[in-house]
T-cell receptor, first 114, second 112 residues
């Protein structure tokens, strides 16, 4: 089976712009979770989508949003970018049964905000 | 108190030795526990999951869970230089079934 794919792999944006990142889960997986990884804060949960609905949400401002399509592919959007949004954004997919689900990570999108 | 705590390291072990990585968590109701390995510049890859008290072995890796003491550990036998990476402990806290809460990771260095 193909793994989780994320596009683009690298992005450079300037403050105030917006960005959209894409994630395609492993075939048959219905849950997609997004995480932000920074050297200072480590890996932090952004949100999870299951069957096109947000099922879980982390403690990030409303500038961070996401959605999921009927084929389970997911996108996340960050509006009004700030320097602190520079990070590795990771998408993880799982079957979607909830507790105990194993999440498999994609390669990530490295976002740099100038 | 952090929800999931790990010693940041680096933990240095000689090739062939056993590396012992530890993780403690604050939520007594946590039910699912995972170990991920992350090489520099790469994304986390799953090593093991464990859900019940006791040991779970997979090749050179053994995960140990003690819910009463609220810790989970990972043992790596016959450590190899290719095991040098950051090891992340992840826990699903009570009521957050599909959300992983990560520790900050322990950097492991296996020396020749």
């Amino acid at each position: 089976k193909a793994g989780v794919t994320q596009t683009p792999r690298y992005l450079i944006k300037t403050r105030g712009q917006q960005v959209t990142l894409s994630c395609s889960p492993i075939s048959g997986h219905r849950s997609v979770s997004w995480y932000q990884q920074t050297p200072g804060q480590g890996l932090q949960f952004l949100f999870e989508y299951f069957s096109e609905t947000q099922r879980n949400k982390g403690n990030f401002p409303g500038r961070f949003s996401g959605r999921q399509f009927s084929n389970s592919r997911s996108e996340m959007n960050v509006s009004t970018l700030e320097l602190g949004d520079s990070a590795l954004y990771l998408c993880a997919s799982s079957v979607g049964r909830g507790q105990g689900d194993t999440q498999y990570f994609g390669p990530g999108t490295r976002l740099t905000v100038l | 108190q952090k929800e999931v705590e790990q010693n940041s390291g680096p933990l240095s072990v000689p090739e062939g030795a056993i590396a012992s990585l530890n993780c403690t968590y604050s939520d007594r109701g946590s039910q699912s526990f995972f170990w991920y390995r992350q090489y520099s510049g790469k994304s986390p890859e799953l090593i093991m999951s464990i859900y019940s008290n006791g040991d779970k072995e997979d090749g050179r890796f053994t995960a140990q869970l003690n819910k009463a003491s609220q810790y989970v550990s990972l043992l790596i036998r016959d450590s190899q230089p290719s095991d040098s990476a950051t090891y992340l402990c992840a826990v699903t806290l009570t009521g957050t079934a599909s959300k992983l809460t990560f520790g900050t990771g322990t950097r492991l260095q296996v020396t020749l």
